[in-house]
């Protein structure tokens, strides 16, 4: 079942248990997946590929979003936030923990020979390629630099 069948399904089963929250996020997502069908050379059909780096771009965005909320002290702006991060997360690969992260990138490290920060693009490179959509961008950058900067 593709992603946009999952959303559909779950669209019509927040529409009859009129849950907003839910529907917002899948609303989200079938917007985003519409456009990337649409997409000049996307000829009405994406890879599962796209739909992850898809659905991390949403995450990302709402949390950029929440943390300017959480700035201003806007909670009620904050709390929708935080609840469409919950559904988009819902159709993404499990996260690596901070402890998993360690160790791939140690392993990645150690695969590459980086020793100094001079070599952080190189190691990133290779993280950002190995881990894609387990972790986030900015988690494996910091992890990166302060394993190298030991």
Known sequence: MSLE?????????????KDEALLRGLRAI???IIKAKTEPGANGVISEE?????LQKLVKQRKDSLDIYQQQNRADL??????????????????LTQEELDAAITAILAETGAS????????????????????????IAATVKALLSK
């Open 116 to 139: 100094s920060a001079a070599d952080m693009g190189k190691v990133m490179g290779v993280a950002s390629k190995q881990l894609a959509g387990k972790a986030d961008g900015k988690a």
């Open 5 to 17: 069948e999952k959303v559909m399904g779950g669209m019509k089963d927040a529409m009859k248990a």
């Open 50 to 54: 796209q739909e992850q780096k898809l």
């Open 78 to 95: 904050a709390q929708k936030e935080i609840e469409e991060i919950g559904v988009i997360e819902k159709f993404l690969p499990k996260q």
């Open 30 to 32: 079938k917007a985003e």
